[in-house]
């Protein structure tokens, strides 16, 4: 890992990714992390409950479920925007460990 990145380690279902973010990524990704941010400020269903305002916590589960939509069919740009928005929101993460369930609540974020 470099200066110029971001590394953290992806857990879905016993399987492990390890995932580089250039910085270069993030910010060629900010125009479409607005987009995505305006979208979820509307709220967004997480699990049984429906949450008005999610918090940059929140946001960042609710994106996991998106990356690993994009690992499980190696959709390479959408997991590049995906791991992008997550490394922009929690530059510290170390390890992200999806939940299968449908439910972004319960997927865990480790910095």
């Not at 949450?51 to 929140?58: A, F, I, S, T, Y």
């Not at 959709?75 to 530059?91: G, H």
């Amino acid at each position: 890992m470099s200066n110029d990145s971001i590394e953290f380690d992806v857990f879905i279902e016993g399987d492990q990714y390890t995932i580089y973010v250039d910085h270069a990524d993030i910010k060629q990704g900010m125009g479409f992390f607005a987009t995505m941010d305006r979208d979820m400020d509307r709220g967004w269903r997480m699990g049984p409950e429906y949450v008005h305002e999610p918090d940059l916590l929140q946001r960042s589960q609710i994106v996991a479920e998106r990356l690993m939509l994009a690992l499980e069919s190696d959709n390479l740009s959408l997991k590049v925007a995906m791991a992008a928005y997550i490394a922009w929101r929690i530059p510290d993460i170390r390890e992200l460990h999806i939940d299968t369930s449908g439910d972004p609540s319960l997927t865990e974020i480790i910095t």
